[in-house]
């Protein structure tokens, strides 16, 4: 059963199946920002922890299938 749209806004700030990867990208934006940084300013100065943060989502497994 499918919760809500896999948007970038949803991937980026709300999936609970990535919460250990984006709890990393937050930790380092909130140093410098308030969360939730809006996208524009997250990947502009916080490139290469949003890039690692990207890498490490497993997308296959993000897909809900309804015969899996």
């Known amino acids: ?13 709300a999936c609970e199946r990535l919460t250990k990867e984006r709890d990393r990208l937050r930790k380092t934006a909130i140093r410098t920002n308030k969360w939730p ?8 100065r916080h490139y290469k922890e949003f890039t690692n943060f990207i ?5 296959d ?5 309804p015969w899996s």
């Not at 059963?1 to 700030?13: A, C, L, S």
């Not at 940084?37 to 502009?44: E, P, Q, Y």
């Open 37 to 44: 940084i809006n996208k524009r300013d997250l990947i502009r």
């Open 1 to 13: 059963m499918r919760k809500g749209n896999q948007t970038t806004d949803h991937i980026t700030y």
């Open 55 to 59: 890498n490490e989502i497993q997308f």
């Open 61 to 65: 497994k993000l897909t809900l299938w």
